[in-house]
C-alpha cells in the first residue's frame, strides 16, 4: 500500500489534516490488442493503399470472365451410393439339433438347390409317420361314415326280405334286409383224415341228393387243414364242395360226396352261396329305397340311402377329422423339411458359421449372430441412390451412369439405370426417390464400398455455352453482363464496371460447369460476373 508523504510546512496546530488519495494506476492493454492493430496497419499500408490506388487491379480480381464458346454439354444427375451384390441370402436355423453333413466352404460357389446342412431329424421322422397314421385311420373313418349313409349287399344276390321303408327311422343296428344267392349252393361233409389228406381244393367231386339219389358234379371248394375227432375215436376232416343249383336245391337239403372211388364219411346239407343280412351302420331317416323283394343285387348295390341331421352330422365329423389330420401331415412334413437345408440361389459362400459335427442351439447361434451361412450373387453388383424429386422426372431406366469410388482411386466404372422406385422419403419437405444401378464392368469394386455416380441424362453435343455462374436469375428473364461502351481499355480489360450492359438470353441445358444459351448471344462474346469473393481485404485474411 502506497503512503501519502508530508511537506516541509508545519500544519497549523487546531487545522484537520487533509486526506491524500493514491495515484491512480496506468491502464495496460493485452499485448494480443496491440498485435493485431500492427498487423492491420501493415495491410493497410502494404496491400490495401497500392490496390485502392490501382483500380484496374481492384476490378480484374472482383469480375470474372470468358467467351462464349461452342462446347459439348452433358446433362447428368449426380448421387452417392453402396455398392452390393445382386441378391444375397442368409441361411437361418429354423431347428436345432446336430449337423451331419455340411458340403461347402467359405469361398466355393453354390448352385440354388444345393445341399447346405443335413441336421439330425430322428424325432421329426416319427412325427410325420404317426401322422400319417393318424391320415389313414381318418380316412377309415371318413369311408365308414359315407358308407354308412349308404347300406350296400356284400355280394351277388336276390333280395328275399325288406324290413324298412322309405321315411322310417332307423339307428345302428336296424335291418335294412336279407340277400341270399341260391344260384350256387355250398354242402359241408366230413372224409377220413387219411381219406382226405389224397383229395385236392378243385377237384370234381360227386355229390348225391339224398331222397331222390340224383346226383351233381361239384368242385372241391375247401379242405380243412385240421383234424377232428369223430365216432369211435375216427379222424376227420371238413370239406366243403360247391355245386350248381339246378333249380330245386334248397337250403337244408342233404346230400354225401364222393370223389373218384373214395366215399364221404358223413353227409352234410346245402347251404345257398350268400345268405346275408343288411343292417343300418348309423342313425336316421330312410331318404330312399332302391330295391324290392325279389330284386337281383350286384355286388355293392346300394340297398337305400339314410339322411337327416344326425347322419349329415356324423358324416361332416368325419370329414373334419379327416382334414385336421391332413393338415397334421403337412405341418409335420413342412418341419421335416427345415432340417434340410438347400441353397436358394446361386452364389458364393461368404461366411459359413457351423460345420459337420456342430450342434445347432440357441446359445451357438446367437454366438455366430444368428445365421448359419451368408450366400452372395456376385455376378452382378449393385448400389441404390437418392434422387432428388426435381430431377427424377429426368431418369429412365436403361440410362448409363458414370461411377468413381475413393477406394478404387483413379478409376472409372460404367454402370446402368436397372430400376426406379415411386416410394419416396420426404426429409424437411424435400423428397428423393430411390433408383437402382447394376454396374457393368465392377472391377476392383468390392460389396461395401462407397461410389459417387453420375447418370447421363443427355449428351447435347456442340452448343454455345457460357459458365453457369455468368447467368444471372433474379430478374423475369435470365441476362448475363456484357461490356458497354466505355467498358473495356484498350488492352481489352474492364475498366469502368459501371458500364456493364444486361443482355437477356435463352438458356437450354446445363451440366456441372457450363449452360446453353439457345438465343441472346454469339460465340466469341464476352460476359463478365462479379467474383464471389469482392472484398481484397477479405481475400488476404482467406474470409
Request: aromatic residues 4%; proline residues 4%; charged residues 20%.
Amino acid at each position: 500500500m502506497e503512503t501519502a508523504q508530508l511537506t516541509n510546512q508545519t500544519p497549523a496546530p487546531q487545522a484537520e489534516a487533509p486526506v491524500l488519495e493514491a495515484p491512480k494506476k496506468k491502464r495496460r492493454w493485452p499485448k494480443w490488442v496491440l498485435v493485431g492493430v500492427i498487423v492491420l496497419a501493415v495491410l493497410f499500408f502494404t496491400v490495401i493503399r497500392p490496390m485502392m490506388g490501382a483500380g484496374q487491379s481492384l476490378i480484374a480480381s472482383t469480375y470474372l470472365s470468358q467467351q462464349a464458346q461452342i462446347r459439348d454439354v452433358t446433362v447428368s444427375v449426380s448421387s452417392t451410393g453402396t455398392v452390393t451384390p445382386i441378391d444375397s441370402y442368409t441361411v437361418n436355423a429354423l431347428v436345432t439339433g446336430e449337423v451331419l453333413d455340411a458340403p461347402f466352404e467359405e469361398g466355393d460357389r453354390v448352385e440354388k438347390g444345393a445341399l447346405l446342412y443335413q441336421i439330425e431329424a430322428d424325432d421329426a421322422e416319427i412325427a410325420v409317420e404317426q401322422a400319417r397314421l393318424s391320415v389313414r385311420q381318418a380316412q377309415l373313418s371318413q369311408q365308414t361314415a359315407s358308407e354308412s349313409l349308404n347300406p350296400a349287399a356284400n355280394g351277388a344276390g336276390v333280395v328275399q326280405n325288406l324290413y324298412v321303408k322309405r321315411g322310417d327311422t332307423v339307428s345302428a343296428g336296424t335291418p335294412i334286409a336279407d340277400i341270399a344267392d341260391n344260384s350256387t349252393m355250398t354242402v359241408d361233409v366230413t372224409f377220413h383224415s387219411m381219406d382226405a389228406a389224397a383229395l385236392s381244393v378243385g377237384q370234381q367231386a360227386t355229390v348225391t341228393i339224398d331222397g331222390t339219389l340224383e346226383t351233381l358234379t361239384g368242385t372241391i371248394e375247401s379242405i380243412s387243414a385240421a383234424d377232428q375227432v369223430g365216432p369211435g375215436g375216427t379222424l376227420l376232416r371238413q370239406v366243403k364242395v360247391r355245386v350248381t343249383n339246378p333249380g330245386a336245391l334248397t337250403a337244408g337239403t342233404s346230400a354225401t360226396v364222393s370223389v373218384g372211388d373214395i366215399d364221404c364219411a358223413g353227409g352234410g346239407t346245402f347251404a345257398a352261396n350268400l345268405n346275408q343280412t343288411v343292417v343300418a351302420m348309423t342313425s336316421g331317416e330312410i331318404t330312399a329305397l332302391n330295391v324290392s323283394v325279389g330284386s337281383p343285387v350286384k355286388d355293392g348295390t346300394v340297398l337305400a340311402t339314410i339322411g337327416g341331421t344326425s347322419a349329415s352330422s356324423t358324416l361332416e365329423n368325419a370329414s373334419i377329422s379327416l382334414e385336421n389330420a391332413q393338415l397334421a401331415l403337412r405341418r409335420a412334413e413342412d418341419a421335416m423339411e427345415n432340417y434340410t437345408i438347400t441353397a436358394p440361389i446361386s452364389g458364393t459362400v461368404i461366411e459359413k458359421n457351423f460345420k459337420a459335427g456342430d450342434t445347432i442351439e440357441n446359445a451357438s447361434l446367437t454366438a455366430a449372430g444368428g445365421r448359419l451361412a451368408l450366400i452372395y450373387d456376385m455376378t452382378t453388383l449393385t448400389f441404390e441412390m437418392r434422387i432428388d424429386e426435381l430431377d427424377i422426372n429426368k431418369i429412365q431406366e436403361g440410362q448409363e451412369v458414370s461411377i468413381t469410388s475413393d477406394a478404387v482411386e483413379g478409376a472409372t466404372f460404367s454402370g446402368v439405370v436397372d430400376k426406379i422406385s415411386i416410394n419416396g422419403t420426404t426429409v424437411s419437405g424435400r423428397t428423393t426417390y430411390p433408383i437402382t444401378v447394376n454396374i457393368l464392368d465392377p472391377g476392383d469394386l468390392k460389396p461395401g464400398m462407397n461410389v459417387s455416380a453420375d447418370v447421363i441424362v443427355e449428351r447435347v453435343g456442340q452448343v454455345l455455352t457460357v459458365p453457369v455462374e455468368a447467368v444471372n436469375r433474379g430478374s423475369e428473364k435470365p441476362y448475363v453482363l456484357v461490356a458497354g461502351e466505355g467498358a473495356l481499355d484498350k488492352d481489352g480489360n474492364l475498366s469502368d464496371p459501371n458500364r456493364l450492359e444486361r443482355r437477356e438470353v435463352t438458356l437450354g441445358r446445363n451440366d456441372d460447369s457450363f449452360i446453353e444459351i439457345v438465343d441472346g448471344l454469339s460465340e466469341g462474346e464476352q460476359v463478365f460476373w462479379l467474383n464471389e469473393v469482392t472484398n481484397p481485404l477479405a481475400a488476404m485474411m482467406g474470409m
